[in-house]
Nanobody
C-alpha cells in the first residue's frame, strides 16, 4: 500500500525559511517514484486549495504560482523517493495547510505537455496527509 508522508512545517516568522518534505513508500513492484509528476498545493484558512508548484518526473521541468515565484523552490530526489519544497522569505499569506500530490499523468508539469499546470489538474493517485505552515509577524 502506497504511503505518502509529509514532514516539516510549523510556525515561523515573516521573512524566515522552512523546508517541507514528502516521502513516498510502499510502491508496488514495477512502479517507481519517478513514474510520478509531483506537486505541492496549499489551502489557506477559509479559502480554496490552490496549486503552489509542480515538478516533472525527471525534475527538469518546474512551475510556480505567481505568489511564490522567486521565493519557493521545488525539487525531488528520486533515489530517496522524496519531494521537497523550500520556502524562503515567507509572508503572512503563506499560512496554509500544505499538501503534496502525485500523478502518473506525465504530461502534467511537462514542458510542451499541453496542460496548464495550475488549472488543468489531472487525477492525483496519492496525496500526503497535509502539514500546517503558519507565518507570524
Amino acid at each position: 500500500q502506497v504511503q505518502v508522508v509529509q514532514s516539516g512545517g510549523g510556525l515561523v516568522q515573516a521573512g524566515e525559511s522552512l523546508t517541507l518534505a514528502c516521502t513516498m513508500s510502499g510502491l508496488p513492484s514495477g512502479s517507481t517514484f519517478d513514474d510520478y509528476a509531483m506537486g505541492w498545493f496549499r489551502q489557506p484558512p477559509g479559502k480554496e486549495r490552490e496549486a503552489v508548484s509542480c515538478i516533472s518526473w525527471s525534475g527538469i521541468s518546474t512551475y510556480y504560482a505567481d505568489a511564490v515565484t522567486g521565493r519557493f523552490t521545488i525539487s525531488r530526489d528520486n533515489a530517496k523517493n522524496t519531494l521537497y519544497l523550500q520556502l524562503n522569505s515567507m509572508k503572512l499569506e503563506d499560512t496554509a495547510v500544505y499538501y503534496c500530490a502525485a500523478t502518473r499523468v506525465a504530461a502534467w508539469c511537462a514542458t510542451g505537455g499541453g496542460l496548464r499546470w495550475d488549472t488543468d489538474l489531472p487525477r492525483f493517485e496519492h496525496w500526503g496527509q497535509g502539514t500546517q505552515v503558519t507565518v507570524s509577524s
